[in-house]
């Protein structure tokens, strides 16, 4: 690349003769309007909420939600037709380039479980998957930048079986504690990825054109060993319970598109991670 000096009298002086190119934008010209964000839905506040409370706290909370499943319907429906609406009524931004596998950084690669192109295999169930990238916020310049604290997909993949399922993967951490708000965060995450200029955006950059016209996918939600007794585990199953009454009226709403496959629930041990996960539920 060519970088044109400063310090060089010479040029300044050829540049002061002829007319001067236009001045660089600066980093607050580049800034996106506030405005110009994508809205914050309901579904991400309460994901938002949830990841900030105890265990026996979203224990309270999940069986709550299972009193009133429809709750958490009728606020992934509504952020399903938000952003639909609103990517609808931009002209986004285009997808980045398609993965470069040539341009991998080790060191990063090194710190993701489920870095681009590796094969896991999951014990007890046949839905091992190919994982295409990590970290992946579904809105990424679309919405403030994040605090460095993972609230999008930890994963993407395509499943290794003859239906090439598309899947959106989040995995418990230090803020996200149980399956629960793995629930929630995965519910907001499907809704901004599914609608139709969403997909159009992604499947160019994540999924090398593997997502189709119409995809349904797997939400996959990976929860890490626990001791025996421990309130999460609890929270594992009021999860399941709710997500199989959640997926039951997502495929029963008239409104609902068929984006939605299955929710499973899987297991890993981050300190030994050989890139097998545990088959826990599948909804």
Same mark, same amino acid.
């Given at each position: 690349m060519t970088v044109l000096s400063r310090s060089s009298t010479g040029q300044e002086r050829t540049m002061s003769s002829a007319r001067r190119p236009e001045a660089l934008p600066t980093e607050a010209d580049s800034m996106p309007d506030p405005n110009d964000y994508a809205p914050t839905t309901q579904l991400r506040r309460s994901y938002q909420r949830a990841r900030t409370l105890h265990p026996a706290e979203q224990i309270r909370e999940c069986v709550d939600q299972l009193e009133h499943p429809e709750i958490v319907v009728a606020e992934t429906l509504d952020a399903f037709c938000t952003i639909s609406d609103w990517v609808g009524s931009r002209e986004l931004t285009p997808p980045g380039a398609p993965l470069d596998m040539d341009a991998i950084d080790l060191e990063e690669l090194g710190r993701e479980f489920f870095y681009a192109t590796r094969e896991i295999a999951v014990v007890g169930e046949p839905c091992a998957f190919t994982s295409l990238a990590s970290n992946l916020d579904p809105l990424s310049e679309l919405r403030p930048p994040s605090k460095g604290? /993972?609230?999008?997909? #930890?994963? %993407?993949? *395509?499943?290794?079986?003859?239906?090439?399922? &598309? %899947? *959106?993967?989040? %995995?418990?951490?230090? *803020? #996200?504690t149980s399956a629960y708000p793995l629930l929630l965060r995965s519910l907001a995450c499907l809704a901004e990825m599914a609608p139709q200029a969403q997909v159009e955006r992604m499947d160019r950059q994540f999924f090398m054109g593997g997502l189709g016209l119409r995809p349904a996918f797997d939400l996959n939600l990976v929860v890490w #060993?626990?001791?025996?007794g421990d309130e999460r585990t609890t929270l594992d199953q009021l999860t399941r319970d709710l997500a199989e009454k959640v997926k039951r009226a997502i495929h029963e709403h008239a409104r609902f598109p068929e984006i939605l496959r299955d929710i499973v629930c899987l297991r890993m041990? &981050?300190?030994?991670?050989?890139? /097998?996960l545990r088959f826990v539920w599948r909804i």
């Open positions: 604290e /993972r609230d999008g997909l #930890d994963y %993407v993949g *395509l499943t290794c079986d003859g239906t090439r399922t &598309p %899947v *959106l993967g989040t %995995v418990e951490s230090q *803020l #996200d #060993d626990h001791t025996a041990n &981050p300190a030994r991670f050989d890139g /097998r």
